[in-house]
Structure formats: structure tokens, C-alpha cells
Nanobody
Framework: QVQLVESGGGSVQAGGSLRLSCAAT????????TGWFRQAPGKEREAVAE????????RDKDSVKGRFTITRDIANNMIFLQMNNLKPEDTAVYYC?????????????WGEGTQVTVSS
């Protein structure tokens, strides 16, 4: 059983930065593909950034390229989302997720989410 817990959300002004963290229990992140997703009010959940089990960043959302960076700390079994130059449209609940590394697997492990609010 994989459990994911996010932290680091909050309220910032446009142009500010936040770093989200995700801790896992039950499995190590170097055995799972992982990602950060977000869901804004009235919108569907969307992928923001993903990391393969080998540590390669893939499929960053175009609107966050150059501003958001996904990284991981294997020693402490955590992944992070560094968010810089935040914009009001980045306001959403951010979720950490993981999936098995077999091709075609969907994300089956989710955290509860952490709120990020960016004011103009």
C-alpha cells in the first residue's frame, strides 16, 4: 500500500515561489513513476510535471515550463515541485501521484492534495 502526503501549499502573491513536497510510505519513489497534478475550481485535473522511476522529467505542462521543476530525493523518499514566478492561473489544489512503472499503467496512488492560492 502506497501512501502519499503533500505539504508546502499556501497563499502567495503573483511572482512569488512555493515548494511542494510529497512523502511516500509503503514504496520507494525509485520504483514508481510519479507526477504532480492540479485541479482548479470548475476545471478538470491536469498533469503539471512527471518524473519517471529512473528520475527523468517528462511531459511538463507547457504553461509551467521554465517556472516549475519536479525533483526527487531518493534518500528521504520524497518528490518536490518547485514553483517560481507564480501566476493567479496557477491557483489550484495540487496533488502528488504515483503509478507502477509498467507501460500503460494509470496513476493509482494519490495524495489528499495541497491548496495553492496565487493573488494578483
Amino acid at each position: 500500500q502506497v501512501q502519499l502526503v503533500e505539504s508546502g501549499g499556501g497563499s502567495v502573491q503573483a511572482g512569488g515561489s512555493l515548494r511542494l513536497s510529497c512523502a511516500a510510505t509503503g514504496r520507494t519513489f525509485n520504483t514508481l513513476n510519479t507526477g504532480w497534478f492540479r485541479q482548479a475550481p470548475g476545471k478538470e485535473r491536469e498533469a503539471v510535471a512527471e518524473l519517471t522511476w529512473t528520475g527523468d522529467a517528462t511531459r511538463d505542462k507547457d504553461s509551467v515550463k521554465g517556472r516549475f521543476t519536479i525533483t526527487r530525493d531518493i534518500a528521504n523518499n520524497m518528490i518536490f515541485l518547485q514553483m517560481n514566478n507564480l501566476k493567479p492561473e496557477d491557483t489550484a489544489v495540487y496533488y502528488c501521484a504515483a503509478r507502477e512503472k509498467r507501460p500503460g499503467e494509470s496513476y493509482g496512488y494519490w495524495g489528499e492534495g495541497t491548496q495553492v492560492t496565487v493573488s494578483s
